[in-house]
Structure formats: C-alpha cells, structure tokens
C-alpha cells in the first residue's frame, strides 16, 4: 500500500475519504438489515379477536337479603298411649310418608285385654236392660188395672232407666278402649318428610313422648333478613332467588312479610316459599334477591370482562388496534351479559373474548364477530394444548 501511494501522491490524500465513506455505507447497509429483520416481527399481530361496544339492556332491579332455610310447619308426632312398651319402628330421617302411614307401633296384649274385659260388660249391661226393659213394660200394662201399686211401678221405671245409663257407660267405656288399641299404632298426621326420629324399640313410654318429627308436606321456606327501609318494596307473590351455601338457584315466592321489625337490628322478616329442590336443606344459610322491577343499563358479555388482581378489567381496543387493560365497575348480571357501571365509555370497542391470552399493549387483528370466534377458538387450542403438556 504505501508503495503504491508512492506512484500516485494525488492518493494519499483521498484515501482516507474513501475508507470513511466505505465504513458509512456498510453500517447504513447493517442498520437497514437490522430494520428489515425487526419490523415484520414487531408489526405481527398477537391475536385475532372481534369487539364488542357496551349495549343498552333491560336489567332486573333487586333487593338482596340473607336468612335461612326453614320448614314451612314441623309437626311433631308423639304417643298418645301411656304406659306401654314400642313394639317397631317403621321409618328414619329421611323418609317421605304418607297421611295415615304406620310410623311406629307398641305392643297391643293389655290394652286389647281391656278391651275384650269391657265387652264382656257391655253385654251384661245389655242382658240387665232388657231384663229390666220387660219388667218396666209389664208394670206399663198393670199400671190402670191396680195390680200393682205405683211405687212397684216407679221401681220398675227406675231399674230401666239406670239399667240403659250403665249400659251407656259401658259402651263409652269400650270406645275408650278402641281408641288405645288404635294409639297402639302411630300415624302420620299428613305428607311429608321425616326430619328427626327419638323413637327407640323397647321403650316403655308415658303418653306425650316425642317420636317424630316431621317436615309437613316436604315444604321448605326461606326467612329472609330484609332491612326495614326496604320492606315497602317487598309484596306477595313476588319473584325471588335464592341461592343456597354451594348450591345453584332455587326460585321463590314472597308468601308474606312479617308485620314486625326487630327493635335490635331494624330487620324484618320476609317468608319465602321455595320451589322443590334437591340442595335446599331446612337449617342451611342462604343469599336471595327480591325482584322488584327492571332499568335500562350498558352491558357486555361476561367473556369480555376478565378477573385480574382482584379487578373486573376489560381490554379496550385503540386506533392503533392495540388494546390497554382498563378497570370497570360492575353490577347486575343477566343472563350472559353483565351491567358496567363505570370505568368504560359508552362507545369504546371491547375484546369480546379470548384475552386471557393478551397483555396490555399488544396489537391484534380484528375481524367480525363469527369470524372473531373462530379465530380464537383457533389461537386457543395451541395454548390449551401447552399446558396440558
């Protein structure tokens, strides 16, 4: 090189201009690679979604309340036979009965001895009146010839009339005796539910023990705990749901509210009749809503409303098509959709579903609705099938 310089002295002094343009057109030529390379990539989008605006629907209105599940009547089934010993019992907690059904029964011996002891009375009571009947009669027909005198007469009168009340005496006594061979066996005093057993095979038990309890007609209800500002809101007949400690909805109607409000806490109590179901049990807790009438609200499908650190967050969408994490507040629900109460303008363009797989800032692709769906559907099974993995 330097010999070279040598033969032409006019390079020595451009030399370094060209090296130094050589050098910037090699790193402007790198940087535009650089370029090239980054670009698709951070231009790709993310995801392929669809958007949905808040829309205007008709919303129940409510009064939520909290109480307990109860049964409608409990009807507590007890012997009324004393003194005799339980022979069987037939049914447990549990157990749908019948009106008239056997429940239980005690042991019959002495009191059908009584019984069979006092118709043995009753029919010499029977065979006394009519001895005394004839004898009444014939004094009947002597009473004008002068046979007899009227003392005989009224003695004979007497002796039947006392004959027919120690009859009737007696008979009263039998059907006393029939009613305790029937408490011999105890019956359901009307459909239901049995919901607590004491009774114990070979007890001897006085007249008055408990046996049973049992819920009348398998009929539940709700007491709801309704403050008093609200009771004016409240009727018969009106809707109610009612939800169970872990159970799904049970639907009720107002049946009546009590006319009372608790001087301690400025509750009042509402009884709700619930519909048949399997989850409703009497004791449980349960939360309830009265619906009281409907008001118009913005709404978005619950799939567009995520949970993030304890937040209800939606992903709006910018003129950039990329979305920001924006917090909301939330209120009714019906159906699929939910009420956004605040947070969120009246026209933004929300992701309607799929951003759990977003992050705030990413770009995305947007598409109608039903080509949205797809999409999603699409982009998710990947996902779905790296965690499973």
């Known amino acids: 090189m330097p010999a070279l310089l040598d ?21 402007a030529l790198a940087v535009r690679a650089a370029d090239d390379k980054a670009a698709p990539a951070a231009a790709r989008p ?11 629907s008709t919303l129940p209105l409510g009064i939520g309340a909290n109480g307990s599940i109860a049964a409608w009547q409990e009807a507590i089934i007890g012997t009324e036979a004393n003194g005799l010993r339980l022979a069987e019992v037939r049914v447990n907690v549990g157990d749908p009965v019948k009106r008239g059904q056997v429940l239980a029964t005690f042991k019959p011996d002495m009191v059908q001895a009584d019984a069979a002891q006092i118709r043995a009375t009753v029919a010499e009571a029977e065979a006394a009146l009519a001895e005394a ?3 009444a009669a014939r004094a009947r027909t002597l009473q004008d010839s002068g046979a007899i005198s009227d003392l005989q007469i009224n003695q004979y009168l007497t002796a039947e009339r006392t004959a027919q009340a120690r009859l009737d005496a007696h008979r009263a006594q039998a059907r006393v005796q029939q009613l305790r061979v029937a408490q011999t066996q105890v019956l359901a005093p009307d459909d239901g539910v049995i919901s607590a057993r004491s009774a114990t095979v070979g007890a001897v038990l006085p007249a008055g023990t408990e046996l049973f309890r049992m819920i009348r007609q398998g009929r539940l209800e709700w007491r ?3 403050a008093a500002s609200d009771l004016k809101s409240i009727r018969p007949g009106m809707a109610v749901r009612v939800t169970p ?6 639907a009720g109607k107002v049946r009546m509210v009590a006319p009372t409000v608790d001087p301690q806490t400025r509750n009042g109590i509402v009884y709700v009749d619930l519909a048949p179901s399997a989850e409703a049990r009497a004791g449980m807790f349960a939360r309830g809503e009265f619906e009281i009438g409907t008001s118009r609200g913005l709404t978005l499908p619950q799939s567009a409303v995520l949970l993030r650190d304890g937040f209800s967050t939606v992903l709006q ?6 979305v920001r994490s924006v917090k909301v507040t939330t209120g009714r629900r019906a159906g699929e959709r939910i009420e956004i109460t605040g947070g969120l303008p009246a026209d933004a363009r929300v992701v309607a579903s799929g951003g759990g797989f977003l992050s705030d800032g990413d770009l995305v692709r947007v598409v109608d609705a039903a080509a949205g769906a797809s999409a999603q559907a699409r982009a998710a099974a990947p996902a779905a099938s790296a965690v499973r993995r």
Do not use: C, K, Y
């Not at 033969?7 to 790193?27: D, E, G, K, N, V």
């Not at 400690?245 to 049970?250: A, D």
């Open 7 to 27: 033969r032409f002295p006019a390079a020595r002094h451009t030399w370094p201009a060209l090296a130094l343009a050589a050098l910037s057109l090699a790193a």
């Open 317 to 322: 969408l910018g003129a950039d098509d990329r």
């Open 133 to 135: 009947s004839a004898n």
């Open 245 to 250: 400690s872990g159970g799904s909805p049970v």
């Open 46 to 56: 993310a995801l392929t979604v669809s958007t949905v605006r808040p829309q205007p």
């Open 224 to 226: 709801a705990e309704v």
